[in-house]
Structures are given as structure tokens and as C-alpha cells.
């Protein structure tokens, strides 16, 4: 399971007054709990539309002092600001995100083809949305396809996130976003399925009971990534727990490892 750590997001209260004070040790020491608790990229959202490339060129640099193999998710809405973060980033990451909405796919591709070890995370909506269907989320699908084959961009390198909206107001969501998964990685083995965990709860009480059960059966249905938490020990246990049972994890050496280095939530 590839993790996207979550935490040093704007839109967090904590960290957007994190990012007002240019609280320096708040940031470094966030991104390092996350990296300790196997964190393979850290998701940085600066949640300042009109700072967004200083604040996210500050996080970076700070990270990177600290932990000079980390890996970058770069989560703008700004195509510029992907592409000047890119660059300043030691290692190569991941663009988070492009779609098939227009003015930012456009901008992304050509650079992402000429920076071939960054991964992209492609979301299947366009102009008019998220799909309500599968159907048309594999429409979307294909057609993003299409494009990343025209800038000869490895589906290795693809994180597709099949989108989903809160079961409280679509009770088929999380069907409607394993349906889409399966089919893809059944035509489409090489590329992974990646999706955020906490929108499917949106609404509902007891948030994380349906975020866990949301990981754990999209895991069993082909998401082999997800942007979540790593602080979590409960959603970390299920990671572990769900690789044992499904033999990805053989002779659960890593779920003893982790146990034995306090990993989980116990």
C-alpha cells in the first residue's frame, strides 16, 4: 500500500495558522511524525490561493533539510504552481492532481513527460464534475488514457482516483467506486488506484468507522494507495492487517514488524 500523508494540508486549522505564523518546527515536526509512521510521499496543500507557491516553496525547503530522501505530493489547484514546486524538489514525487477539466492537464503533461520518474494523480472528472456513473467514469478514464499516451507517459506512473461522493447523500458511492476500480485494474494491471478517505463519511457521525471500512474494501478491490492519515494507528492496522489476509504481506513479517514497533492504534 502506497500512503500519501494527509496531514500538512491548509485547510487544517492547525496548519493554516501554522502557515500564518510560519511556524517553522510545527511543520517539520508534522512531516516527520508522518514519515515514521510510513508516510511514502508527504502531501503538502498550501489552502492560500494567492501564496500558494511561496508557502508550499516553504514547506519544502524546511522538509528537505530535515529528511533530504523525502517525496513531495505537490497539491495545488494551480498548474504553475505544480510546475515551479517541481523544481525545487530534491526528489522526484507526485502532481497531485490533474483531470480532464480544462486549462491544467494541458499545462502538466508536456513537463511531466520530460520529468519521467514523477507519478501523476489523475482524477476521473471534467468540466461538468464527478460522474455519477461508472459508465462515465470510465468514459473519463479513457479518455485521460488518450492524452497521457500522447505524451508517452508510462500507466505505471498513473495514480487514478475514481472520485467518490458521501454514502449519506449517494448510498451507491462506495459501489459505484469499486466498480470503476475493478474494471480498471483488470484492463489496466499496471496503473494504481488512489483515493482520499474521508469524503464517502462526509456528513455522518463517527466519521472514521466508515472511513476504515471504506479502506479496507476498496484495498480488497483493487486501491493499492490511498491519501489518508499515517497517524492513525487504527487505519494504519487495517493496512497492515488487510496485506496479511490477502497475502500481500506473506507470513505477516511486516504486520509483526509494525507491531513490534508501535505502529498500530493500541
Not at 52 to 69: F, N, S
Not at 167 to 178: G, K, M, Q
Not at 214 to 223: E, R, S, V
Request: net charge negative.
Amino acid at each position: 500500500m502506497i500512503i500519501v500523508g494527509e496531514k500538512l494540508n491548509g485547510s487544517i486549522k492547525s496548519v493554516a495558522q501554522a502557515i500564518q505564523s510560519r511556524n517553522a518546527e510545527f511543520v517539520r515536526d508534522l512531516a516527520t511524525r508522518q514519515l515514521e509512521k510510513r508516510a511514502d510521499y508527504i502531501d503538502i496543500c498550501s489552502g492560500v490561493p494567492e501564496q500558494d507557491a511561496e508557502v508550499l516553496g516553504w514547506m519544502i525547503d524546511l522538509i528537505q533539510t530535515d529528511h533530504p530522501g523525502v517525496r513531495f505530493s505537490i497539491d495545488s489547484s494551480n498548474p504553475d504552481t505544480i510546475l515551479s514546486c517541481m523544481q525545487k524538489c530534491r526528489n522526484p514525487g507526485m502532481i497531485n492532481s490533474v483531470s480532464l477539466e480544462t486549462g491544467k492537464i494541458e499545462k502538466i503533461l508536456p513537463v511531466a513527460a520530460e520529468m519521467k520518474e514523477w507519478n501523476i494523480i489523475a482524477l476521473l472528472m471534467d468540466n461538468n464534475g464527478i460522474p455519477v456513473t461508472v459508465e462515465k467514469r470510465m468514459e473519463n478514464f479513457e479518455n485521460l488514457i488518450v492524452k497521457t499516451k500522447e505524451f508517452g507517459i508510462a500507466e505505471n506512473r498513473l495514480f487514478i482516483d475514481p472520485l467518490v461522493f458521501s454514502v449519506a447523500t449517494t448510498p451507491e458511492s462506495f459501489l459505484n467506486f469499486i466498480n470503476t476500480s475493478k474494471q480498471i485494474r483488470e484492463a489496466h494491471p499496471d496503473i494504481h488506484i488512489i483515493s482520499g478517505l474521508s469524503n464517502i463519511s462526509f456528513g455522518l457521525p463517527y466519521r472514521k468507522a466508515i472511513n476504515h471500512a471504506f479502506l479496507i474494501g476498496a484495498m480488497l478491490n483493487g486501491m493499492d494507495s490511498a491519501i489518508m492519515d499515517p497517524l492513525n494507528g487504527d487505519m494504519l492496522g487495517g493496512i497492515y492487517a488487510t496485506e496479511a489476509l490477502t497475502n500481500i504481506d506473506e507470513y505477516c513479517i511486516e504486520y509483526l514488524d509494525a507491531y513490534r514497533d508501535g505502529m498500530f492504534g493500541i
